[in-house]
């Protein structure tokens, strides 16, 4: 499968531990992008990358959150001391970002998502 | 106000019939993505557009950049269309996402 993999699934953990997901793109894109999701809403935009350099971060990105793409190929997003409102589903996307002919292409590929849960 | 609006919130049809989901955004966009996120959380692009319209399939999707609004529209739908569609329009390299629709299609 080539697609965009995500790893662990699901993730039970206790308030106050630190967490790391991992995200490995499409191996030839160059953009990364992390967004979390609650139940019932539309992802929401936390950070992404081009290649190794983080690009934006999202005013939802507390310091207790970190993301890294070290080579420009897998990312990991980490959260430190967890609360029971980071809670969540955590989407890793990717995509080739090409401009033709005055135009972007930013198409992007979803993983199946990391499935938190804070007790 | 929300930069995305999305109408209607719930959706359910017979099979067979026709449907539409707007959309309908206040920001500046590149383009403006369409997706699909069925239960369990797997989300596939659908469509990408910065203009006009695109046909994949059974799928129709439009864009008027002036009016700032899109939509989805499902001919013959059937029910395993049945998932929640999400716009997005794209602003500066990200993507703002509205709330979704869900749509339930009855056999």
């Known amino acids: 499968d080539t697609g965009v993999s995500q790893d662990p699934r699901h993730k039970i953990t206790k308030r106050g531990q630190n967490v790391t997901f991992r995200c490995d793109p499409i191996s030839e894109h160059n953009r990364l992008y992390w967004y979390r999701q609650t139940l019932g809403q539309g992802p929401e935009f936390l950070t992404y990358?081009?290649?190794?350099?983080?690009?934006?971060k999202s005013r939802l990105l507390s310091d207790r959150f970190s993301a890294e793409r070290p080579k420009g190929s897998f990312s990991t997003l980490e959260i430190q001391r967890t609360e029971q409102g980071d809670s969540a589903m955590y989407l890793c996307?990717?995509?080739?970002?090409?401009?033709?002919?005055?135009?972007?292409?930013?198409?992007?590929?979803f993983g199946p998502g990391t499935r938190l849960t804070v007790l | 106000k929300n930069e995305v609006e999305q109408s209607p919130q719930n959706l359910t049809a017979q099979e067979g019939e026709f449907i539409t989901i707007n959309c309908s955004y206040s920001v500046g966009i590149s383009a403006l993505h369409w997706l699909q996120q069925h239960p369990g959380g797997g989300i596939v692009s659908l469509f990408m557009l910065s203009s006009g319209k695109k046909k994949h399939g059974r799928l129709i999707a439009t864009i008027n950049i002036q009016e700032k609004h899109s939509s989805l529209h499902i001919t013959a739908s059937h029910p395993r269309d049945s998932a929640v569609y999400i716009c997005?329009?794209?602003?500066?390299?990200?993507?703002?996402f509205g709330t979704g629709t869900r749509l339930q299609v009855f056999p």
């Open positions: 997005a329009p794209e602003g500066t390299d990200k993507l703002i």
């Open positions: 990358f081009q290649n190794e350099a983080q690009l934006e």
């Open positions: 996307a990717s995509s080739l970002r090409a401009s033709w002919e005055g135009s972007s292409y930013n198409e992007q590929f």
